[in-house]
C-alpha cells in the first residue's frame, strides 16, 4: 500500500497552519521574527541550554516590554 499521496496532502495542509498560526503574532507589536532558510544550521542558546537545529525554522520572539 502506497501512503505517499496521503502523507503529502496531510503534509501541505500541515504547513498551510502552521504557516497561519506563524502570521497572526507575527504581526503583532513587539514580535521579532528571525527565518532560518533550509538545510542552515543555526544555533540557540538560553542560560545552560543550547540546541543546534537545522531549517526551515521560523522563530518567535515575544519579549514582555516593560523590561526592556
Known amino acids: 500500500m502506497n501512503l505517499w499521496p496521503l502523507f503529502q496532502r ?3 495542509y500541515i504547513y498551510q497552519c502552521l504557516i497561519v498560526l506563524n502570521k497572526e503574532p507575527a504581526a503583532r507589536e513587539g514580535i521579532e521574527v528571525i527565518e532560518v532558510n533550509p538545510q542552515k544550521e543555526f544555533k540557540i542558546t538560553t542560560g545552560q541550554k543550547e540546541m ?3 531549517g526551515p525554522a521560523i522563530i518567535l520572539i515575544n519579549q514582555d516590554q516593560a523590561r526592556r
Do not use: F, L, S
Open 10 to 12: 496531510d503534509w501541505q
Open 52 to 54: 543546534k537545529p537545522t
